[in-house]
């Protein structure tokens, strides 16, 4: 095994001081495919200091400039989409046509982020005193740090880069560790695109790396998506250190299906939203909760067919509707939740843990659909993140219920509810205590334009990710109050300034 993806700084392959490797699997077959470095305390105070001394010229080109770096880092990507895609699910395990919608997902942001001439723009007030004008500007924050998952390596990545060198930022990328080879692909990308080297600096590592960026005085921001116990960590580690900090962590997003639901429509959703991409998506739908046994019994039965059919593929199929689980260490994950729901006693309608691999698939983490029903509140199954193709359906007697159970889970990320009626979709969109709602529409993220960030134990800070929160996440505000003319003289005041 000779290939070794290294760190890329000042527009380059960067070894660092370290030698210390972490494998890079190929998910279809279980064997390594590659070599990811992973850096040392002393490579990210090199790598900071390079991305300090590159921002203040970047800082300086003006929005528009710096938005067309953007533009033409969009037309790359387009082009080499197929070449990206097929490099992320080689190393991720989702399908082709999925890959492609991670990738597109991120390049929407960066289309958002395009925006800056006029997303920057200040507040002005003429006249609020007597030759008094006031007005304030948004200005970049320094050196911002990214710290990403495993499971969107183009989609999350391009959430944070986009927003933060569009406000005149330098990010340190610190990507999962492993699928790294597509940040580092979107990282050179950025500097064929014109972007200046030393803007953009990928460092590969694990906690050694997080925990030196965390504390190190001359990063400002910390965008963090990962696991919850991981977001609290760097969430308190950042922010004790000065730093802003938004850090999104893990979910359990219900999907309620009310009597008078289209219910071949909610199962389809269902079908795509809880055992696509293998449920490894911070959005995926692991919980659906019917009202009423009639619509349980209606809605598990066309369920359980959906997820006897599902194909499980190899990741570089295009009609695969899943392809293999990331790594050795999910695939036990979902295996033992799977065997926990059942001695906990819920009902395995369909066990995805009997689904072999595919052709050319030996040795892979392929596993199918897993449906249960009869599901409690109180059992592992629903209260634990499993992140893997397993559907729990925990049934309600009513619509208040079915509210309660969405809302006493820990995690707020996203949730959705299917039904024909208005007054009830109104209704709990009002109520339920979650960041990003669907109504008849099973996953639902925002588009670029709007914002993405979970409530309670699914997200830690104050602003969302992408959107107009993202402009104000990157900048600093400055408020300039000033008088003119200058030859107004009124003398020493000893009193505070007021509009009386
Ligand atoms: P993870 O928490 O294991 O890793 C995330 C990042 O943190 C990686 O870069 C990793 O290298 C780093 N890291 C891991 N352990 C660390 C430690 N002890 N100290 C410091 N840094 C550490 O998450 P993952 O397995 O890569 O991704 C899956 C998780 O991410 C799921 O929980 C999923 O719900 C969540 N997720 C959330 C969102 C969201 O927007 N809320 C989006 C995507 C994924």
């Given at each position: 095994m000779s290939e070794i993806v290294e760190h890329f700084v000042s527009g380059k392959p960067w070894t660092?001081?370290?030698?210390?490797?972490?494998?890079?699997?190929?998910?279809?077959?279980?064997?390594?495919?590659?070599?990811?470095r992973l850096g040392m305390p002393s490579d990210v105070d090199e790598v900071v200091e390079v991305s300090a001394a590159a921002q203040r010229e970047w800082a300086a080109w003006n929005p528009q400039r710096r938005a067309r770096v953007l533009m033409r880092f969009l037309t790359l990507a387009n082009e080499q989409m197929d070449e990206l895609a097929a490099l992320l699910s080689s190393e991720h395990g989702k399908t082709l046509p999925d890959a492609r919608g991670d990738i597109q997902r991120g390049l929407e942001v960066i289309e958002f982020a395009t925006g800056a001439p006029h997303l920057l723009k200040g507040e002005y007030s003429t006249d609020a005193g007597p030759g008094v004008d006031v007005y304030s500007m948004r200005q970049p924050l320094g050196v911002v740090a990214a710290i990403t998952p495993f499971n969107f390596p183009a989609m999350i990545p391009?959430?944070?880069?986009?927003?933060?060198?569009?406000c005149g930022n330098a990010v340190v990328l610190k990507p999962s560790e492993r699928d790294p080879s597509v940040p580092v692909r979107i990282a050179e990308m950025f500097v064929e695109a014109g972007l200046p080297p030393g803007v953009l600096n990928v460092v590969h590592g694990d906690k050694e790396v997080v925990d030196a960026l965390l504390v190190h005085p001359d990063i400002a921001?910390?965008?963090?998506?990962?696991?919850?116990?991981?977001?609290e960590h760097v969430y308190s580690t950042a922010t004790a250190h000065g730093k802003r900090a938004q850090c999104f962590g893990g979910a359990k997003n219900h999907l309620l299906v009310l009597p008078d639901a289209d219910m071949d429509q909610a199962a389809d959703a269902l079908t795509g939203a809880a055992w696509g991409s293998a449920g490894q998506r911070c959005m995926a739908i692991s919980v659906a909760v019917p009202v009423g046994e009639q619509t349980a019994d209606l809605l598990v039965a066309k369920l359980a067919e959906r997820a006897r059919n599902l194909t499980v593929g190899r990741s570089d199929s295009e009609t695969a509707d899943l392809g293999p689980l990331v790594g050795a260490d999910a695939d036990e994950r979902v295996r033992r939740a799977i065997q926990a729901g059942v001695d906990e006693g819920a009902e395995l309608v369909v066990d995805g843990r009997e689904v072999g691999a595919p052709e050319g698939g030996d040795g892979g983490w392929f596993m199918g659909g897993s449906l249960f029903d009869r599901v409690t509140t109180v059992m592992s199954l629903y209260r634990d993140e499993i992140f893997g193709p397993v559907l729990s359906v925990v049934r309600a007697a009513n619509y208040d219920e079915a509210l309660r159970v969405a809302n006493g889970h820990r995690y707020g990320n996203g949730v959705a509810i299917f039904t024909r009626d208005g007054d009830a979709a109104r209704d709990f969109a009002s109520k339920v205590e979650t960041g990003m709602v669907g109504v008849n529409v099973p996953i639902p993220v925002p588009i670029a334009y709007h914002t993405f960030g979970g409530w309670k134990?699914?997200?830690?800070?104050?602003?969302?990710?992408?959107?107009?929160?993202?402009?104000?996440?990157?900048?600093?505000?400055?408020?300039?109050?000033?008088?003119?003319?200058?030859?107004?003289k009124d003398g020493a005041?000893?009193?505070i300034p007021t509009m009386s």
């Open positions: 660092g001081s370290s030698e210390r490797l972490s494998d890079v699997y190929d998910p279809n077959r279980g064997t390594v495919q590659r070599r990811v391009l959430w944070k880069i986009g927003p933060a060198l569009a921001a910390v965008g963090f998506v990962g696991s919850t116990p991981i977001a134990a699914s997200g830690f800070g104050d602003l969302n990710q992408h959107g107009p929160d993202s402009f104000k996440f990157y900048t600093r505000t400055k408020t300039v109050t000033s008088r003119w003319p200058s030859g107004i005041s000893f009193v």
